[in-house]
């Protein structure tokens, strides 16, 4: 909007979100990761599906120290730690423990295990374990790396594509990358590394290769 009114009335300017949207499908049983509503009861199960709908897709943000937001399509919430099980009842990363944390861990078989990572798991009172799993029933919990789901991430829409292209038909690009306050690092919790998170940085490669007029 500042650019806009800095310009004029005659300039053209239009913004993409450039987040990747993901499916998260369990290997085991099938079912992909899906919101059932927006209050703190609802929670977060793991649905059986050939194809999944808006609810079980999520747009991710890899903030910094590899640490990423999961905000449900279809009800615009975040993924929120609840002590063991999951809903999408949060607005905004926020929060004492900031339970919107979670980290995607690769594995060999090309699937991810996902870790929550809000702050009350490094209280010494913790001890559900660090990761999301599904049951047969499509239940999801929280509990040790031996126990986690492991799912195939599949990408349904490339927020570095989607800014690329934007990008090239430009005379200009603008990309704007940064961190969160409440998110890797807080009162309490200092920062390792002030490293932008993967995607971050290579949305900044991507539209820089399409448009060489970009500022970051």
């Known amino acids: 909007e500042g650019i806009r009114k800095r310009l004029g009335d005659a300039a053209n300017v239009s913004g993409v979100e450039a987040l ?13 990761l899906a919101a059932t509503g927006t209050n703190t009861i609802d929670m977060v199960t793991a649905t ?4 999944p709908s808006d609810d079980a897709q999520w747009d991710v943000n890899d903030w910094m120290g590899d640490v990423s937001t999961l905000r449900n399509a279809d009800n615009g919430r975040y993924l929120t ?25 690769p594995q060999a078989d ?10 009350e798991t490094n209280e010494s009172w913790w001890s559900l374990g660090d990761y999301v799993t599904v049951a047969a029933d499509g239940a999801v919990g929280t ?14 829409s490339d927020g570095s594509d989607a800014a690329a292209a934007a990008a090239a038909s430009s005379d200009a690009a603008v990309v704007v990358v940064g961190s969160n306050p409440f998110v890797y690092g807080r009162e309490n ?5 002030m490293a932008l998170g ?6 900044i490669k991507q539209v820089r290769r399409a448009n060489p007029n970009t500022i970051v």
């Not at 059986?48 to 194809?51: F, N």
């Not at 993967?198 to 949305?203: D, F, G, I, V």
Request: charged residues 20%.
């Open 48 to 51: 059986a599906t050939d194809t």
């Open 110 to 119: 090309g699937t991810v295990l996902l870790r929550y990572v809000g702050y």
């Open 143 to 156: 509990g040790t790396k031996a126990q986690a789901a492991h799912f195939e991430r599949k990408v349904t």
């Open 189 to 193: 919790h200092d920062r390792t590394s």
């Open 81 to 105: 730690g609840s002590f063991g099980p999951y809903n999408t009842s949060a607005t905004t990363p926020s929060g004492w423990y900031v339970q919107q944390q979670f980290r995607f861990e």
């Open 198 to 203: 993967a995607s971050q940085q290579e949305l």
């Open 20 to 32: 990747d949207r993901v499916a998260l499908k369990d290997s085991t049983t099938g079912r992909y």
